[in-house]
């Protein structure tokens, strides 16, 4: 099962609602982290959150297009989940914890990142906008193309390029701001 093509495994769990626990194990971890980096730091939450993923994803099985990667609907499910976590207790997403630090930044780095400790990067990171953080948690952390992030956040290609650019400038002028003062 562990080789077996989400398109494949999606058919066989249609057939066999017993195989749906493959899914489970497949995607549990992944989308784990992925709703860690959105915000929802307590873990019983993040279960919670995860629990309804799943839910929704076995409710809405016969709904998913294999003309799309499966890692993307399951992707928009869980980004959706975790919008509405926020939304039902009229909270915000909490900042971002952890990173790996500069990597994504650009091969154009102007700064010594050496002076700069994750603190402050980590505070950087915290001053971007939600729609700019969600790219980059995308992008960097769960190491999806433009085309799955265009897919989890139902924008076009273009636009995800775009924010992703746009997100990197504004950090780095933060992160240069930074190292000026």
């Excluded at 493959?22 to 993040?46: E, M």
Aim: glycine content about 2%.
């Amino acid at each position: 099962m562990e080789e077996m093509d989400d398109k494949v495994l999606v058919q066989k769990t249609l057939n066999d609602p017993e195989s749906f626990r493959y899914i489970i194990d497949r995607y549990r971890a992944k989308l784990f982290r992925y709703i860690g980096h959105i915000g929802i730091r307590d873990h019983a939450q993040q279960e919670d959150v995860l629990q309804e993923v799943f839910i929704k994803v076995y409710r809405n099985l016969n709904g998913y297009n294999d003309d799309f990667p499966f890692s993307s609907w399951i992707y928009r499910i869980a980004h959706n989940e975790a919008m509405n976590f926020f939304r039902r207790r009229k909270i915000s997403p909490l900042s971002l914890e952890s990173f790996p630090f500069l990597d994504f930044i650009g091969e154009e780095k102007t700064y010594d990142e050496k002076l700069l400790d994750d603190e402050q990067i980590k505070n950087a990171l915290n001053q971007l906008d939600q729609r700019y953080k969600e790219v980059i948690i995308l992008k960097y952390f769960e190491e999806k193309s433009y085309e799955e992030i265009a897919d989890i956040l139902e924008k076009p290609p273009g636009t995800i390029a775009t924010l992703l650019s746009r997100a990197k400038q504004k950090l780095k002028i933060q992160l240069e701001e930074l190292l000026h003062e």
